[in-house]
């Protein structure tokens, strides 16, 4: 049973490109939470989505973040026109269900806008 | 508003030294409590997952302990290797929610 799944695992872009970050949950997982790592930072939550769902993106930037989890294929974080301060690590975690006592977390992606 | 604390930021120690690294929280009413294990530049790898009914849970060398009441867990590490070497994060699920707060970090170097 293969983990979380994120690719890329190192993504480049220019000031102004949009980037595209996917996560694969877990088997049978439905849930998937996105968290973002600054630079000498905690992880901090952003959005938690269901299959064809937003559930919670209180931790997401209003402009130029956005989020989805199609009924097939992985959930995508797309953040349009970056800029330097979107530079961090970007981590999916995945549970079976609300209120499963544990999120499996992926590799991360690392993002640097240059 | 669930706060997540860890201290110390930085530990370096001898090899073969028992270690204790501190986590407090402000919120008691937790779901889950869990400790991660992040090497520079890697994703995050858990290593002890304790429920709000349990005390604590242990894994070969680790032991972690949870004490919801004064909102603390300690996570102790017996015999520490120069491979144990990486930063120990902390993260609470907050009873009726389901996103973990995260603390920022315990960064640990074992000296051969």
């Known amino acids: 049973n293969a983990g979380v799944m994120q690719n890329p695992r190192h993504l480049v872009r220019r000031r102004g490109q949009e980037a595209r970050l996917r996560c694969s949950p877990m088997?049978?997982?439905?849930?998937v939470y996105w968290y973002r790592q600054l630079p000498e930072e905690g992880l901090k939550f952003m959005v938690y989505?269901?299959?064809?769902?937003?559930?919670?993106e209180s931790g997401m930037p209003k402009e130029r973040f956005s989020a989805e989890f199609p009924k097939e294929g992985p959930s995508i974080l797309r953040i349009q026109q970056v800029v330097r301060g979107d530079s961090a690590a970007y981590f999916c975690a995945s549970s079976g269900f609300w209120g499963d006592t544990e999120a499996f977390f992926g590799q991360g992606t690392r993002l640097t806008v240059v | 508003k669930q706060e997540v604390t860890q201290i110390p930021a930085a530990l370096s120690v001898p090899e073969g030294e028992n270690l204790v690294l501190n986590c407090s929280f402000t919120?008691?009413?937790?779901?889950?409590l869990q400790w991660f294990r992040q090497d520079p530049g890697k994703g995050l790898t858990s290593l002890l997952l304790i429920q709000s009914s349990q005390r604590e849970q242990t894994s070969g060398r680790l032991n972690a302990s949870l004490d919801k009441s004064s909102g603390r867990s300690t996570l102790y590490i017996a015999a520490s290797q120069p491979g144990d070497s990486a930063t120990y994060l902390c993260?609470?699920?907050?009873?009726?929610?389901?996103?973990?707060?995260f603390g920022t970090g315990t960064r640990l170097k074992v000296l051969a």
């Open positions: 919120d008691s009413a937790i779901y889950n």
């Open positions: 993260a609470v699920e907050t009873s009726g929610t389901y996103k973990y707060i």
């Open positions: 989505l269901q299959k064809e769902n937003i559930i919670d």
């Open positions: 088997k049978g997982h439905s849930h």
